[in-house]
């Protein structure tokens, strides 16, 4: 043995040698899990949602933008799973086309629209400025990663 029998002062360093390879295949597992169930679970959705338009013989504008998202949602793990980093400007694409969304839902139900489509364009907007500094801050700062990987 290269650390010499088991003793009191280095029985935490071997245990830590033993323990950390089964705990970094159980967080590997449990995070490949983890991908396909939320990537199954979008698919699952995606075509519920379709399915519920052929049933309604149209897809409205609403109907669209929540495909887009499920389109988003899937990308976002299909990139997740091959870099194994989060592409924030997803998350945030995301936001922007569920405010539109629900802002069209608002403008379509409510007969006369009040502040909170204000509010609603507002955080789409926030959103878009977010997309904006992320850009470019990777463009200025890149990582060693790459673009993808903010």
Same mark, same amino acid.
């Given at each position: 043995m290269p650390d010499g029998p088991l003793t009191r002062a280095n029985a935490p360093r071997r245990l830590r040698a033993f323990?950390? @390879?089964?705990?970094?295949?159980?967080?590997?597992?449990?995070h490949l899990l983890g991908l396909f169930a939320i990537g199954a679970a979008t698919v699952w959705a995606a075509a519920a949602a379709f399915l519920g338009m052929i049933e309604k013989g149209r897809?409205?504008?609403?109907?669209?933008?929540?495909?887009?998202?499920?389109?988003?949602?899937?990308?976002?793990?299909?990139?997740?799973?091959?870099?194994?980093?989060? @592409?924030?400007?997803?998350?945030?694409?995301?936001?922007?086309t569920a405010l539109?969304?629900?802002?069209?839902?608002?403008?379509q139900t409510e007969a006369a629209p009040d502040i909170g489509i204000l509010i609603l364009a507002s955080g789409t907007l926030v959103?878009?400025?977010?997309?904006?500094?992320?850009?470019?801050?990777?463009?200025?700062?890149?990582s060693d990663r790459g673009d993808e990987a903010t």
């Open positions: 323990v950390d @390879p089964i705990g970094g295949l159980l967080s590997e597992a449990f897809a409205s504008l609403e109907d669209l933008l929540l495909l887009f998202i499920y389109l988003e949602i899937g990308s976002m793990v299909g990139i997740y799973f091959k870099t194994n980093h989060m @592409p924030v400007r997803f998350l945030i694409y995301v936001g922007i539109t969304r629900h802002m069209i839902v608002v403008v959103m878009a400025l977010a997309v904006l500094v992320v850009r470019f801050a990777s463009h200025r700062y890149p």
